[in-house]
């Protein structure tokens, strides 16, 4: 049953929308009139058919990291037959409709298994596919099966058929019988009928007992009813802490409350205007996004223990400790991130009474480097206000400036928000490179010259451009030949960026960019700093640090996605007691990593060969001549090379007892020595079966740290329970149990389990399905194909567990 009167009223506000939304929707009619027309069983070409009778689905049968469609076609030009009579029995009305889609998926499951050439993760066959077919052929008594918007349909209307998270057939039917009672009201509303009447062209299926229209009016009120019906507001409302201004004041001044890293966030938060997102935040100051989630938790409950006020414990009985400093909503589409955090009054207005000049607002001391177009005179700003911005030393963007490929910020927003004083950018013209800076203004403020939500940034000039022409070389985001404005150049790809712009245009290395030039202060790092954003006690940091200290060389072993080159250069930063990457230096090993690469060695130069330092060596040098600062060599896949090989005549060197001994190297008979300062960090996945034996010089000069996957720590259920995402819950559930079973396989072990970073990406701030598929079907699943690359049995349940959780899609 379903609440009629509620069915109506918001039946009323679908009629209104119709016309507005009709563009986007009306794809739906076209595609069942497109494949009536065109669907043929005993086609020669089944693939071929099915692939242009299925032409106008659009986002239907394929979207982000879902590709059922994509499948079919697949498995129909190495099966044709096959998949003829699959949909041959799915589109047979003899049987029920719980036969025919289970036929039809383990038919698909059978199909992949026997033709996969390593690319066939997933047949993508799930119940909401097949609905999609089976609508397509009887559009006169189906519907597309959606388990999200159902439920949401089922929740609105008070509806008491019962639809589970869990991917079964049942669901599907109780969501039938569900439309077809709104079905039988559309039916009896002459006013819709006459509006579809009027609308539909010849392209369209006349939809004459209203199932599609059914459809689309579930969409409507899940997807747009439901979001324009609930009002835009801070929560909660019927709270407060009861902390005058005065008390906030005297709790900032209290080091043992307002630590750090809780100062930190209160005045980035400030900076960025009074609210932010986590992601936002992280963006902008560096760190985590977690950091600042689990920061806030930890500083609220500190306060409610200091003052005792009041605090707010949901009918689960957890407690809600961030509105104690905050007052929140969730973020809009164009938002990065997912909550928006706002300062509570009171304690905003102590923040201005309060000096935080000695707090660093950033955490990351390195610059970030920019791409800044001016445009041409035809398409940008024009040239007379070009010559005064140079004059000025000012590059200018528009706060609208739009964002570029899937990012969800505009540049504008880029351009006012994330860039900080001290990053470096280069300006063009159009594709005319015209010189390199850095900025030298913490913020972004309107242009006096062009106004209209223009915004300013003063720089110094570093170089000019040695050459003016048009850039014709590599397209990337960054370049001048890419239609962008403002664009941060990745980390990744500034090895790129130097080797595209800075050498060739301005003559200067990345090396030379970022250490002759004056940078930002760095910023502290402590131990509560490392504690809150790595999910481990403060006992086992502990032992940790005391393990690098005393032997010099540790090891960080562990299973796959545990998060050890995390936690090592977060180590590193702790023990240096502040954020300074130029002492920090990592390389990956491998089978063909050498001595030459990694000490010194001859390289090819020209038509002769030139003595070349390596890698370690230059690093070992630069940490002598800073013998009170410690320095940090982090080693990826140490387990992977050839460790006598690689360190020769200096293995000996990296003891603890044999620190500051030279000896003289066999290339250049130079004496060379390992520093004391110098501790090295090397990092190796417990699960990989190729390096069986451990090379015994490697055991010997390391300590083994064991790093464990966190999903039952304190810190990581605080990440979990702030995303409250229902599909992820059910997700790291399954992992729990999956890593259960790999323990107590005799074959496998605690090694081999599934790490927690994997779920703590940023991009976890934003959780969607499709992130948590694509976790599943690209990291996981073949990770799991090589644990139990012979026990197909075990593979193929938990394949199946795994994608049950998103068989609603």
Not at 376 to 387: D, M, P
Not at 392 to 417: L, M
């Amino acid at each position: 049953m379903i609440d009629i009167d509620k069915l109506k009223i918001i039946l009323t506000e679908y009629k209104k929308h119709f016309y507005s939304h009709w563009n986007n929707e009306k794809y739906k009619w076209e595609a069942i009139k497109h494949f009536q027309s065109h669907w043929n069983i005993e086609a020669k070409n089944f693939a071929e058919m099915f692939e242009y009778a299925t032409a106008k689905t659009g986002n239907l049968l394929t979207s982000k990291n879902f590709y059922p469609r994509v499948m079919i076609i697949a498995f129909a030009k190495v099966d044709a037959e096959t998949v003829r009579q699959m949909f041959r029995k799915l589109f047979n009305e003899n049987y029920s409709l719980s036969e025919r889609i289970e036929l039809f998926q383990n038919v698909s499951e059978t199909i992949r298994q026997k033709y996969d050439d390593g690319t066939w993760k997933n047949h993508f066959q799930n119940i909401y596919t097949i609905s999609v077919y089976i609508w397509l052929m009887f559009p006169d008594k189906y519907y597309i099966y959606k388990y999200t918007i159902y439920k949401n349909v089922a929740t609105e209307l008070n509806s008491n058929y019962e639809l589970k998270h869990n991917g079964s057939i049942n669901n599907l039917i109780n969501g039938f019988c569900m439309y077809d009672e709104i079905c039988d009201i559309i039916q009896k509303d002459t006013e819709i009928k006459s509006i579809l009447q009027n609308i539909i062209t010849d392209d369209c299926y006349t939809d004459p007992y209203l199932k599609t229209c059914t459809i689309d009016f579930g969409f409507y009120l899940s997807k747009l009813y439901l979001e324009q019906s609930q009002p835009e507001h801070w929560f909660p409302q019927n709270y407060t802490p009861e902390i005058s201004i005065e008390k906030w004041s005297e709790l900032l001044q209290d080091s043992s409350i307002f630590n750090l890293a809780a100062l930190q966030i209160v005045k980035r938060i400030k900076d960025y205007g009074g609210q932010a997102t986590c992601k936002q935040l992280s963006e902008k100051y560096g760190e985590s996004p977690n950091f600042y989630n689990v920061n806030s938790f930890t500083l609220a409950r500190r306060i409610a223990e200091k003052t005792q006020c009041p605090i707010i414990t949901t009918e689960q009985c957890h407690t809600k400790w961030w509105p104690i400093l905050y007052i929140g909503k969730k973020a809009n589409n164009t938002t990065e991130g997912c909550f928006i955090w706002k300062l509570r009054y009171e304690l905003d207005k102590a923040l201005d009474k309060t000096d935080l000049s000695y707090i660093p607002l950033y955490s990351n001391s390195k610059p970030a480097i920019w791409k800044i177009s001016h445009g041409t005179e035809a398409t940008g700003i024009s040239n007379q206000n070009k010559i005064i911005f140079e004059k000025r030393n000012v590059v200018v963007v528009h706060s609208n400036t739009k964002a570029k490929g899937t990012s969800k910020v505009k540049q504008g927003q880029d351009f006012i928000n994330t860039i900080k004083k001290g990053d470096f950018f280069y300006l063009c013209y159009g594709n005319s490179i015209q010189l390199l800076g850095q900025f030298i203004s913490e913020k972004a403020v309107p242009n006096k010259e062009i106004q209209n939500e223009w915004y300013e940034r003063e720089y110094c000039i570093i170089a000019k451009s040695k050459d003016t022409s048009a850039y014709k070389g590599t397209q990337k985001w960054w370049t001048p030949n890419n239609n962008s404005t403002c664009i941060k150049i990745s980390e990744a790809e500034q090895d790129l960026f130097e080797k595209l712009i800075l050498k060739p245009y301005f003559d200067i290395s990345l090396h030379s960019l970022f250490h002759n030039t004056e940078n930002t202060a760095i910023s502290k790092y402590t131990k509560q700093d490392f504690l809150a954003a790595v999910y481990m006690t403060e006992q086992r940091y502990t032992m940790l640090e005391a393990l690098l200290k005393n032997k010099k060389n540790i090891i960080l072993q562990g299973a796959p996605g545990v998060g050890k080159t995390f936690i090592a250069k977060k180590l590193a930063y702790t023990i240096m007691g502040e954020q300074d990457d130029s002492r920090i230096k990592m390389v990956q090993f491998h089978q063909n990593y050498s001595y030459e690469d990694f000490i010194m060695g001859y390289r090819p130069c020209g038509a002769d060969f030139k003595l070349t330092e390596g890698t370690f060596y230059r690093f070992c040098v630069e940490a002598s001549e800073h013998k009170y600062k410690p320095y940090f060599f982090i080693i990826d896949e140490i387990n992977r090379g050839n460790i006598s090989k690689i360190f020769g005549e200096l293995l000996m060197l990296i003891e603890k007892d044999y620190r500051d001994t030279a000896i003289t190297l066999s290339y250049n008979d130079i004496s060379f020595s390992v520093p004391e300062n110098l501790y090295i960090i090397g990092m190796m996945n417990t699960a990989d079966r190729s390096l069986a034996i451990m090379d015994y010089a490697l055991r010997r000069r390391f300590s083994f740290f064991e790093i464990e996957p966190a999903y039952y720590s304190e810190g990581f259920q605080n990440y979990q329970h702030k995303i409250a995402n229902k599909t992820f819950d059910a997700l790291i559930e399954q992992i729990k149990l999956l890593n259960k079973e790999i323990i107590s396989d005799a074959s496998l072990g605690r090694g081999f389990q599934i790490g927690h970073s994997y779920f703590c990406d940023e991009k976890a701030q934003h959780c969607t399905t499709d992130w948590l598929r694509s976790i599943v079907e690209f990291d996981i699943i073949p990770m799991l194909s090589e644990y139990w690359f012979d026990e197909t049995e075990n593979l193929e349940r938990w394949k199946k567990n795994l994608r049950g959780v998103f068989d609603d899609k």
